[in-house]
């Protein structure tokens, strides 16, 4: 088991150490889910894995006009 340490500061806030984010190979937009088991804080790596989705949602050439006015109708629907 691999440890190391760091400080949480006045606003709650820690550094994840370096020897953790490179051996967990952790990024930016990962997401840390925090959960307390037998009196311990147990922290778990949620990748976010946007290329899974690929090709779910079909596309197509579109329109900006079309695009522009169907918001401006949904808008207004919203507003009456």
Do not use: C, H
């Not at 994840?16 to 307390?36: A, C, G, Q």
């Not at 088991?37 to 778990?44: G, L, P, Q, Y």
């Not at 050439?61 to 507003?79: F, H, N, V």
């Amino acid at each position: 088991m691999e440890s190391a340490k760091s400080v949480v500061t006045s606003k709650f806030q820690t550094t994840i150490p370096k020897r953790i984010r490179e051996n967990m190979n952790l990024s930016v937009s990962d997401t840390l889910d925090w959960e307390i088991e037998n009196e311990k804080i147990v922290v778990r790596t949620i990748k976010n894995n946007f290329l899974t989705y690929r090709n779910t949602i079909k596309t197509g050439p579109g329109s900006i006009g079309d695009d522009i006015t169907l918001a401006r109708e949904q808008r207004a629907k919203k507003y009456r």
